[in-house]
């Protein structure tokens, strides 16, 4: 098989560029407001064939330039090679018949692309274009090309990423203040299609995320007034003299004030998305979980593209810490190795590092750590070879920002977020200096693998736990607190389910502050599903199920009870409901199809059901169902390539996998699991 | 008056892009094979006005983006600013009319172009887009962003360079071989049009430089086979069912061997150019010589686009090298500012710096010098402020690969190339070092005029002079040998021309090198007009005017002689007729119009004329023609924005010029000139 190649990373380079580029707001665009890694624009492809008899070949390439065969010339009279010409080569054009005599041949392809990316993509019997050639920008040393598996065909181009699409319907048509109101049923992202039966006439979509959001015309989030010429072609074009196709855009509802021209028209909706493997099912006897369950899927499906993305109505940007919980996300419902790469190398860029990963430097930490989890999720070592320079020089830029107690602090122009919350963040803080901590124990085991010395990171590591425990631990609250350089010695949730979720505290220290900080009322709540997640994880870990349940039930259900049909970027219970769509000042700006609303997914998966690996990429792993919360359940997930399938019903459990490797864990007991082999057991 | 604004630099590093793609060679492409810079895809501009009336103002732009305006709120009635918001602030689309209020206003503009260039135009009668915006791509501070005289309308493209075209028709048509030769006169960089007046046929453009490269059809180095369909696009296109225009190329000749196609069809070339002033004139009583001035003119404004570039054939690439010559040839024929920036922007690119400009050492070292030089013509104080953190960097870059004794020493994969010559490159050579100590005085210099403290630099120069002289300084020959480390001891012109063109020898050592090295047979000849440029120049400057004379009218006019109507990129007198054209092993592969053997007009002009600055910008200027190498000659020549004529004839010199602060010298007489007054003397 062959594959288009690039310069790896630039796919995914050029790729997050157009998805960086894509967010739009009230008839304009907003590109992300970081320094977006250019993709390169002139490349050099090489490889070596010692071929036994004529061989052809030709290259496809997106791009200027040709192909370059040499081989050296025979040797003179006297056995030797002649000094000069040092190779006999010829040069060909892409597209034609290339054959290739029975020679140690090299064949170099250059390729440059003014607007796009340089590609290329070999036919051929024994040449070919596959994961043994090499490229470079003319900069540095060959290195590996990048690949991927969705582009083997040369009629393909890389620059267009496929979707699968499916032609939508309005659910239901409702007429509202003289205008009409289309409901699709559910959350999409899709191009809006427009068939004019008769003439064309002006009228205004009104996208919503939820109805309320339609219907305001004024102050809705997307919208598009639509000439009956002259429209802005950035955001669609007529495809034919009645039909008219927008860009993409994600929505539930559209609301078309102008009654009149709804009535006549036909508005339809292609819904693309990325048809991810279903590869997890979950229910139970709580219905209200189910629901949870479901929606979770719905809203991370929807997330989950090209790339791990924040939000799908906005900001449609790759965030590194929203990414990290997608991670995790996708290990209990895709178990997609793919997204995860090219969300990485996308977050990732080129060398040097201009600034953190979207100027916030919790978000390269959690890059860092993303290597390693995504290590122990696939084992893929190919690409850990690939990511790993990228990684050091990462790790060399944040080394830059150490104080004297090696605590990581902010520059000028770094964010530092953690997340929305009241956080003390004077001078150094500790949560970060968790994240720095828990990236080092990323290099030592990424380094280890790879065979490189890690004592270095270890006496690093070592050091920062002193110093995290000395400057930042109050014996007093009996937690960590934010800052110690303010004077204020707050204590937020943060840094303290950071201290529990990397295994970093005692049973005393735990304790407290599951007591002092988690169970207590008085230290803020956490307010996004972002952190929620973290503090869940810990609570589920602390064997704190109920608490977790009810959690999952009251913060996850209120959003439905809300209407919700995708999880949402922010939930406030106490919100009044006019303000419940509202963020960053306006009425509009909360996504209601947030990534890192789908954690439930995970809590479920990793927690109620019990799974996780305990070796690399599954090659062993452990299920310990959690079986006091639900009355019962039903579940399959996905164990690397093979599948758990888990059943609970009157006090039955039953287990299959199709995988070797598994064993089961009830209380003390642990009853290895047979491939193939149902087990059950009565509790 | 408003400009099209972008990142500084990126409009020539975007279109320095194109060019260096842009060569072609026998139906496939090929792109330059350095490290190509990217321009920046995503960036934002800034402003702050202080609005007394509410004004308005169009944002057009190349790119997705908006306009953000912007001001702090107003102050709470205990007359202090609430924290929230910081700013009240409102996103507009481009192409909407904007009324900014009377208020303190920051304007900030994102534009960001997944294909070309991000910029903006701004019209507004207070508000608009000239240099008192700043830029940034989001990495970086802000800095005042790059704009040219040329894009100063909003229905402009930037991405589009403007040139002046003329439709040619051939002025011979001959029948050869059953086929057709169409001459057009002279060599121009055009577009070829062809007009079928019935229906279409296949046939073959044979281009050619020479006569003898168009008539072979098989090895010409541009051939473009022309079907009826399915044509490559990259070369051109149909404009009409019976009008196919191909992409621009260089040639004199075009030979179409379907003979009976080519009499059907018209043929016609629309030549492209830059129309640079016409700011020089010389004629003598030598017609040799005039033809000489006549021909390097018509070489040097053919290779004179938006960049100065190598030879218009082949490889229509910007090279540094090359271009530094021709700096000095521009001061004497366009005076043209812009042309210099561009070329100097363009050969620089970004930092940090992947590797040395072309890859070639001595091209990043002449880059430095030609900062210092361009000033020196300009007294371009706001280009040098630009350009100087660049020029700090590229000093930099180099002081990485200096040894124990200062001296510069190529790494693998830099190019020491100096000239096409037998030079002893073994280990550190001399040529490096003089051009390094050069670089050191344009720092010193430059840093001068910035008010920076050059003794650093002045210590490392007189460190490197004393050096050279040490160690490869050689009493017995009289000369600088290229190496010393390989014993050899061997001598070259070059290192010796670069040391007396510098002024860095004694009388006596300068003595020694004319003729131990440049009167001296048995020490290789120069073979290319880039290396007889540096030879006769110092030849003049040691008065050898007839030995420069004759060199000019032997080398360049031997040229002539084998039929040149424009100046080739090498010429060895000594070479049969029938290899005349071939280079690189290449039966056509020299360029036989080369923007390098222009040289004659700055020899003329600088030395037979006697013109120069003698302060920045030629606020002074002297002028000492020579009156013996010539019965008679007139001139007019740039002295800035003013300009010089002389007129010499039967002994009568007589010299006019509109600007103030010139004198004449005539041996050792200076006669001061007024501005507007005939200034006649009879010698």
Redesign the interface.
Known sequence: MANWIWYPGDFEIYHG??Q??DRE????????????A?????I?FSNKYNLKEDTQFIASAKG???VNVKWEPPLGPDGTRPPY?KWIEK?????EIITCPAKEVTIDI???N???LPCVFIEGEVIKSDCSWIVN????DMIPVGYNKDFTRPEQDPMEFKYTSVICEPVAREVVDGGILFDFGKEITAETILRYPKELQELTLCYGESRAEALDVELCYLKQHLMTEGN?E?FGAFESDKVYRTKLRAFRYIFIPEGDVAREIELLAEYKYVDFPHRSKFTCSDERVNRIWEVSEETFRLSSGIFFIDGIKRDRWIWSGDAYQSYFINQYLFYDADICKRTILALRGND?I??HIN?ILDYSLYWLISIENYYNMTGDLEFVQMIYPKMESMMQYCSNQLDENGFIYGRPGDWVFVDWADIDKTGTISEEQFLLARSYQAMIAVRKLLGLDSTEYESLFDQLKKNIWKFYWDDAQGAFIDSFSSGKKKVSRHSNIFAVLFDYTTEEETHSILHKVLLNDEISAITTPYFKFYELEIMAKLGQYNYVLENIKSYWGGMLDRGASTFWEEYKPEEPIEQQYGMY?DKYGKSLCHAWGASPIYLIGRYFMGLRPTSIAYETFEIEPDLDSFNEFSCELPVNEGTLRMEYKAKQLTVTTDKEGGTLKIGDQIYPLKKGELFALTT
Chains 1, 2 share one sequence.
């Open positions: 560029m157009k960086n580029f707001e009230r008839g304009f665009f907003w590109p992300a407001y970081w320094k977006i250019e993709f390169r624009h002139s050099k200027l330039g040709h010409p040069k060909y054009r892409f597209g250059i390729v440059a003014m607007e796009g920008d003319y900069s540095h802005d950035l040097p201009p600034q100027t000042g």
